[in-house]
């Protein structure tokens, strides 16, 4: 169960009493006050009471009226994946899915080359090739949107999809679009951030996990990994070492994601680990 | 207030109740169950609640039998030092007391030797020179631990004290005194860890602070912080690379532990941070 | 080309003189001196010089008697790839291969289990299944033997290889065969690592990929990496942790060698990267 | 000796031949070259060699005619350090300067600010208050210029010193000026990096060494080091988890600096460690 609402005292008290009068087990519980945003959070894993639907209306009565109660079960989510050419984080999430490292299923993946097809196949996962070009972008958002709605998919994953998407498509996907920035963001914002990163001489690199929002590369963010590099890394070799950081950084953001660890506040998360 | 006892259901909401109840404002929270010990720990920071008494009283009452429940008030304590030749670790103390990075006092700085008698003059603390020369140990521990009582020392930091001290000299501070090893423990236990990490050809080196127990080097582990290596550092640049994570992780236990943040659960810690 | 001798002045002017008057053109040149072992290290990389076999020959006259002189083709390296029945390492290796990120071949892979035949048979490698149960493991390791060499295998990989392998078989792979330790080594020697490290307490777990000697987990140490964890973590959270660490680790171990950037030195690397 | 120069095939062998000749015991080499800039990087640590003065006029002849060429003993350097309020990185040198951890003395520290007199006073180096206040910008700068000259000061260290410097007073320092960058540039450019790391919600924070040329935070990059954070981190908090890599971080650049083992590269730096 995940809470959030305006914070004032006795609401720790007031959701565990809910809980234990249903008989519900809690295994772990988490809370988070903001205390500049007067924002408080809380996450209850348990197990037991049976009725979920009785427990959220009593909690809705008691709770601030701007609470968000979401109950969720333990279970398989579904993923579309948007990827371009590059290989490294849909291989490593087909991998992780296909062997239950992440609790999700890859419902299909869709680029707009036709490279990595034969990757998707030796996974039993449809790829869908959508072409962007001869077409205009809003007419080639709704192929997209009409793929990832066929999926049934919980969650849309940016796996290195390197289009740029519109408000339009983007509002679809409320806290459901996760992208991989190749980059240790807001630093090097925009394109070709390893070029960027070997002309500064900068001593890290880093990968930023982060739910797309209408601002381009100024969603909140999940995960920031980092790798220390120097003058000998070639451009190249930056992006080489960058594709593991940013490997590694989506990987751990879906699992927190699928495990329903993430909040969100403002622009902000509060993640629980 | 910290509480740690044997986990069942409703303890959050009971000992919420209680705080609730004494009008207490609750800032944060902290729980976790240890499923295997079946061991619940919570940690509470909040403002309020006049009657502490009778706050402990009424948990007390509530709590399984093996309860043990601390209410402390944030303030500076009272630390001695023990130290040998090496100043990094007790310098860094001296500084972030003085400007009240850690929230304490240096009572007192104890040595077997006079090397740091001049930079502990500097920040106008007491410099107490004890040998260990030409006197039985258990004489030598009691002059120790005469001078630690004289402190009224809250905790005993063993900041690169190069002796082992015996059983019934540790007895006296259960959980209260804290020795910063100079190895990624369990590896490399005992003397010259360097030398030994050098032979061994490691690519990583790291510090451990614990809290000091009968079995040497084998208290709870509080803080372990490493730092890569190569084949290019000397056992000299090995140990150079040490004394910067020794100093670091020292500190940050001392920031646990002063802010009451460590639970002890077994041979175990529970850090909320 | 790779040079190793004992130290004396003027080693660097000698060899790049060879290079010189060989019309070579060095692109980058790594020295290392051991002041202790009195031995000296030396990569270059080059390009041009059509006599190889002329230069080491002049090399060989100039040099100490004891130089080990390795004059290597930059390729695809063939390995030959041994696991149980996790498939994080294998897994990793293969979409690497596969994708040109490790300039290798899995020429096959070899399990005493059938689980991960699936996976092996997408990326179109062979996979020969070798039990361990009703034979000796002399003769076990017999037939492991037959089928890395009809391999034509430069590089025996233990991948999550969950067996202890005899010196009579180690002894075929000198400095050929690379293997991962599910920890932080010296710590955690032997069988069930995160349980070890769970019952420690530990604050930081880490994996090691080394060369196999003959003493079980003692042979030269190629590249460690960590990560931090904290008391949350279960000793199967841990092990999931660990299976990333692991992964990291040897697939940078891997590279390294297949780049010809290590060096042995004694029970010791000198790496150049 | 540092050389750096113009690429060209042989240049290993010319420089190593001029030391060789002069009976000088080569005790460590780095080279590096830029295969993009065509520059040509080389540090060479060695013993001997009596007459310098011939032996960089026949490297002159050799070499080159972009060469540069430094000759500098091992020896303790003079630091000039300016500060505003904050006493970490001003206590941190003073400590390893004290105590040989840096190869450095520390000549004088100017303040605009009295805060840190005490502290500066009980290591017995002279503090000079200089205030900003009632004066131009240019007469308090040629104030600042006059002090460092009359300490013969080596290198100039802005230990979180927080007054943007003229280009006219910082033309007199030609990668002779470190700065601690309170971020992880170019992230957090400006003013309050912490706090916009907080409203940004990063995951990990960092600072920046660097020298100090006219475009402030622009100056090549010497050390970045990084921390991981979360959302629990309030601006205050973050702030004291920065202080600890700012620290870090300026000690490892001076240290890096001190041993000649830092090239000026265009806006980057090449460092040989």
Redesign the interface.
């Known amino acids: 169960m995940l809470v959030d609402c305006s914070d004032r ?2 609401l ?2 007031q959701i ?2 809910v ?2 009068r249903a008989n519900c ?12 945003a007067g924002r408080f959070f809380m996450r209850t894993e348990f197990v037991g009471g049976a009725n979920a639907g009785a427990m959220e209306k009593e909690l809705k009565g008691l709770l601030p009226i701007d609470a968000r109660i979401r109950l969720t079960q333990p279970g398989p989510r579904r993923l579309a994946v948007l990827v371009s050419k590059e ?2 984080c849909v ?2 999430i087909l ?1 992780r899915c ?2 239950g ?1 992440l609790d999700a299923t890859v419902a299909g993946v869709i680029s707009n080359h036709r490279d990595l097809e034969p ?1 998707v196949a ?2 039993d996962v449809p790829f869908h090739y959508c072409t962007h070009e001869g077409v205009l972008r809003e007419e080639h958002e709704r192929r997209l949107q009409k793929l990832i709605e066929a999926m049934k998919a919980d969650y849309v994953v940016l796996a290195k999809y390197m289009r740029i998407l519109g408000k339009e498509f983007v509002s679809h996907y409320p806290h459901r679009m996760i992208n991989i920035h190749h980059s ?5 914002v925009g394109a070709r951030p390893y070029q960027q990163a070997f ?6 690199i ?1 990968a930023t996990a982060h739910f797309v929002t209408e601002q381009l590369d100024e969603g ?7 790798i ?1 590099v ?3 890394h ?1 451009p190249q070799e930056l992006s ?1 070492a960058g ?2 950081v940013e490997q ?1 950084a989506l ?1 751990r953001s879906l699992r927190l994601v699928l495990e329903d660890r993430v909040f969100l ?1 403002g ?5 629980f680990d």
Chains 1, 2, 3, 4 share one sequence.
């Open positions: 005292p006795g720790v008290h565990t009493g809980l234990f087990n809690v295994l772990m519980n988490h809370e988070y006050a903001d205390a500049e290989h490294h291989a490593d991998i296909a062997f490292e990757l030796k996974f240790f963001l807001p630093a090097f002309e500064r001489g900068v001593k890290v880093g909140p963010i999940i995960v920031q990994q980092v220390p120097d003058h000998s070639s080489r594709r593991d590694m990987a506040n622009n902000r998360t509060v993640i």
